[in-house]
């Protein structure tokens, strides 16, 4: 047998440097990982950051990298597999964006009541989670209540950060409304900064038409380049029957 006594000096180097090895092999290990993600989610790879989280919760089971998964799998739009990630976290006192997130993949799958739940859970947790209250105005706006989502978005529009998406919910409603000078009040401050977002700008084109200013949506549809014909397309707005 070999004394490990008479080599105390050469044991513990070679503990050191191995565990350094390890160390650096981990953290190297790790911002290879990282830069894969990275990488993938500027293309929105979804099927590839399901693959490669699937790999990283098999080595490291954390309530971080099980919502990752689920998150990427509600991108891919596979809802029930997002569910099916997130059901362990729900049951140990999560953070709100769990419960958002499960209340987000219920609402695709058209069960609001429960998904308004969640949203409750999560604000309950927050009460001015901005996000939480945009989407609580969402899932009542689809289940009819466009008085109650008015209000939520109007509660949202404060701390959200994308507050032009917020005010697009707000637009919309009146638009179903036919309040359509509401909308273009909403609207025509964000496309006047310059802000940049085709959503948007439909909504505002078609509020200009219904109440009238042909003139000015013909403009914008000439500006963003929407139509070769805007004569024609603004006048068809004008005429189109609403909801």
Same mark, same amino acid.
């Given at each position: 047998?070999?004394?490990l006594?008479?080599?105390p000096?050469?044991?513990?180097m070679?503990l050191l440097?191995?565990s ?15 830069n ?11 099927t590839g ?10 080595k490291?089971?954390t ?5 990752? @998964?689920a998150? %990427?799998?509600y991108?891919? &739009? /596979?809802?029930r597999?997002s569910?099916?990630y997130?059901k362990? #976290?729900?049951? !140990?006192g999560?953070?709100?964006d769990?419960?958002?997130?499960q209340?987000k ?10 998904s308004?739940?969640?949203?409750d859970?999560?604000l309950?947790k927050?009460?001015?989670n901005?996000?939480?209250?945009n989407l609580?105005g969402?899932i009542q706006?689809?289940m009819g209540?466009l008085d ?9 529009r ?18 179903i409304?036919k309040?359509?000078?509401e909308?273009v009040?909403?609207? @025509?401050?964000? %496309?006047?900064?310059?802000? &940049? /977002?085709?959503q948007?700008?439909?909504n505002?084109?078609?509020? #200009?038409?219904? !109440?009238?200013?042909?003139r ?6 000439k500006?963003r380049?929407?139509s ?9 707005l ?6």
């Open positions: 047998m070999v004394n006594g008479r080599y000096l050469f044991t513990l070679f440097s191995l350094g090895c390890t160390n650096n092999y981990s953290k190297d290990n790790n911002k290879t990982t990282l894969n993600e990275n990488i993938l989610l500027k293309v929105k790879n979804y950051l399901i693959k490669l989280k699937r790999e990283e919760l098999k490291n089971n309530p971080k990298v099980r919502y990752d @998964l998150y %990427y799998y991108q891919s &739009q /596979d809802y597999s569910m099916y997130l362990p #976290l729900l049951s !140990s999560a953070s709100p769990v419960y958002l997130l209340a993949n219920l609402s695709q799958l058209g069960k609001y009541k429960q308004l739940s969640f949203v859970i999560a309950t927050d009460r001015n901005s996000e939480g209250l609580r969402v706006a689809q209540d109650k989502a008015l209000n939520s978005f109007t509660l949202a404060v701390g959200y950060k994308q507050e032009e998406n917020v005010v697009n919910n707000m637009a919309m409603i009146y638009i409304q309040k359509y000078t909308a009040q909403l609207l @025509l401050p964000i %496309y006047l900064r310059g802000y &940049q /977002d085709s948007i700008d439909h505002l084109i078609f509020s #200009l038409a219904k !109440s009238g200013d042909l000015y949506a013909k403009d914008i549809l500006k380049g929407y070769k014909h805007p004569d024609l397309l603004a006048t068809d004008f005429n189109v029957q609403t909801f």
